[in-house]
């Protein structure tokens, strides 16, 4: 791959993902195996005016051996160093960015139940910090192709080759790949206002999704609380793009207000295993009843890491004719999957879609309808006769979509 691709594509995600100020500080999280493109990054960052630039490496077989070896209760508390470094964090408000490029079945051979343990036992411990962190900071995640993920996307080719189209591939569905990424993005970030308005315009107080999977599932909505879709602004006034690549316009729905049924379109990617063939059943919001052809005990630690994690955090609206979905590719990584198409999440809501949320406290907008979690997942659920009709507060519908695409 060209360097002046991947450096284009670095700046981008420094510039446009998590816009650095002059002075801030950023933390990149990554695998071992990319040591290349996060030397680039990181010189990009400090061009955009980084103070520092600090790395915290990850690697799916260390992980593996950390679980295996180490007593859940000796896991799960927060180190006086860990407890140092989230301190330090509130008081400096990095940059976050986050580059994925693991094996997506690199940890199918993990104790399941014993990391379980260990993530239910950590998520309280952290939230106090995370809560306080909310809003304020820029993040921003981004992929690049590890190999045994480029193989598993491009099985018949090989280890080089499924590197070089995994590169190309994601280069071109993060507007990367031609032209000025950054001005790509700028244009598509208009596209997707442009719909949030219309939606927005709408006032809806109810979704329904219809498909021939069988799909058939209200989703109840928040006054107050906007469709949001691109770059975001952070409570200090600066503007970010988390997800590179983004398709998706979506709010956070009302916990409580779920009924019905809804099956998933797309493997879902999760601590390092797949789930397909999956499906969840609402009632008063929660998910009563469950069921996967693969991964069935998987959804059940999901749906038990804490209360809110068997309810909606998400509803996010992207038309079947997309550019990831268009090529064809299942890329076993939720990232790109969740916006091929229309995608739910269980778990935490988003707090920043409420309006005047800068102005309360979370546990104001938590009792207001947004869900809280420790967790939030997505999965992706549509099809190409994905139909959704939208009730605003007077009762009137609107086909929001017909058919997978939009109708507004």
């Known amino acids: 791959m060209k360097k002046s691709l991947l450096k284009n594509y670095a ?3 420094a510039k446009t993902g998590v816009n650095i100020q002059k002075g801030q500080e950023v933390i990149i999280t990554c695998g071992l195996d990319q040591p290349e493109f996060i030397r680039l990054l ?10 520092n630039v600090r790395i915290k490496w990850s690697d799916q077989q260390i992980t593996i051996s950390n679980v295996k070896h180490r007593k859940v209760k000796e896991m799960i508390p927060l180190t006086d160093w860990e407890k140092a470094e989230w301190e330090h964090d509130l008081i400096s408000e990095p940059c976050r960015i986050y580059i994925e490029s ?3 079945d690199g940890l199918r051979k993990m104790n399941q139940e014993k990391y379980g343990e260990f993530t239910k ?8 910090y995370r809560d306080q962190m909310d809003g304020i900071y820029q993040w921003c995640i981004a992929a690049v192709p590890g190999e045994a993920w480029a193989k598993k996307v491009f099985p018949n080719l090989s280890k080089k ?3 070089k189209e995994m590169w190309e591939t994601i280069l071109k569905v993060s507007r990367a790949y031609e032209g000025d990424p950054v001005e790509n993005w700028l244009n598509h970030n208009k596209d997707l206002k442009a719909k949030c308005k219309k939606l927005n315009d709408l006032h809806l107080k109810e979704l329904h999704y219809t498909n021939s999977l069988g799909t058939d599932l209200r989703v109840g909505l928040i006054d107050n609380v906007i469709w949001l879709g691109g770059s975001e602004i952070s409570k200090t006034g600066i503007s970010f793009d988390p997800n590179i690549p983004s398709e998706e316009c979506f709010t956070s729905p009302m916990k409580g207000k779920a009924e019905g049924k809804v099956y998933s379109a797309k493997p879902l990617s999760y601590r390092g295993q797949i789930i397909d063939d999956f499906w969840f059943e609402f009632k008063d919001g929660r998910v009563v009843r469950y069921g996967a ?3 069935e005990e998987l959804l059940k630690q999901m749906l038990e890491i804490d209360e809110g994690a068997s309810y909606l955090g998400e509803c996010a609206l992207i ?3 997309s550019p990831i979905n268009n090529t064809g590719i299942l890329f076993y990584n939720t990232l790109f999957d969740e916006n091929a198409s229309c995608h739910l999440a269980l778990g935490r809501g988003f707090e920043n879609l409420m309006i005047g949320y800068e102005n309360m406290s979370n546990e104001e907008v938590h009792a207001k309808g947004i869900n809280k979690s420790g967790s939030h997942v997505d999965f992706m659920i549509g099809t190409k006769d994905l139909n959704i009709v939208g009730i605003d507060a007077n009762g009137k519908k609107h086909d929001i979509f017909n058919n997978g695409g939009w109708a507004i």
């Open 102 to 104: 693991d094996d997506p």
């Open 293 to 295: 052809k693969k991964g």
């Open 161 to 163: 080759a499924a590197v």
């Open 319 to 321: 038309p079947f004719d």
């Open 11 to 13: 700046h981008l995600i």
């Open 121 to 128: 036992g950590r998520l309280p411990l952290i939230r106090h």
């Open 42 to 51: 990181v010189e990009e960052c400090y061009k955009l005016g980084a103070k």
